[in-house]
């Protein structure tokens, strides 16, 4: 007797992929107008980023990354049925993620103190609007995996429905595809 495959659905819920594709949207209009605009005046986007640390993006990059390697093991424990391990990775995950807000938090205090705001020039105005953008998606991602982390400390999800475990992580994969773009 022939069997069928199993129906593979998309994870987590309709609604967390709606909002990431119009967040996907916004964040891919704020990299237009960086681009658009950087044509438009090259001498003073190359004198803004002339005046940034760039020794810091790759830690950043890696605490991202990392945070989404640990949510995404997360998920694949609880699916096994270990709901507690699948917390304790995801409160690994908020952990590396801070070291993504410390950075960035230090960037900023610096970069203030230079007197590098909002107003110093269409690069620093358009970059402080992108990253602080990102970086305020970043704050509500930790929220997010701390909230799945203690629903998953309480045995709250259940094989097979796990729709509420896979859209948060689904929203921190977000964060970090719009860091690598």
Request: aromatic content about 12%.
């Amino acid at each position: 007797m022939c069997t069928l495959p199993e129906a593979r659905r998309l994870p987590g819920d309709l609604a967390m992929w709606f909002f990431i594709l119009a967040e996907l949207s916004v964040f891919a209009l704020l990299i237009l107008a960086f681009a658009v605009a950087q044509v438009l005046k090259p001498e003073v986007f190359a004198v803004g980023r002339a005046q940034l640390d760039t020794s810091t993006g790759l830690a950043m990059t890696l605490s991202l990354l990392t945070a989404g390697w640990l949510a995404a093991w997360a998920v694949h424990q609880v699916r096994q049925g270990f709901s507690r391990r699948g917390a304790v990775l995801l409160c690994g995950a908020l952990l590396v993620a801070r070291v993504y807000v410390a950075i960035k938090l230090g960037e900023y205090a610096h970069l203030a103190g230079a007197g590098l705001g909002l107003e110093r020039s269409t690069f620093f105005t358009l970059y402080w609007i992108l990253t602080g953008f990102h970086f305020l998606h970043v704050l509500l991602g930790m929220l997010i995996l701390g909230w799945v982390a203690g629903r998953c400390w309480q045995r709250a999800y259940r094989v097979p429905d796990l729709t509420g475990l896979e859209s948060g992580v689904l929203s921190w994969h977000m964060i970090t595809l719009v860091w690598a773009a």
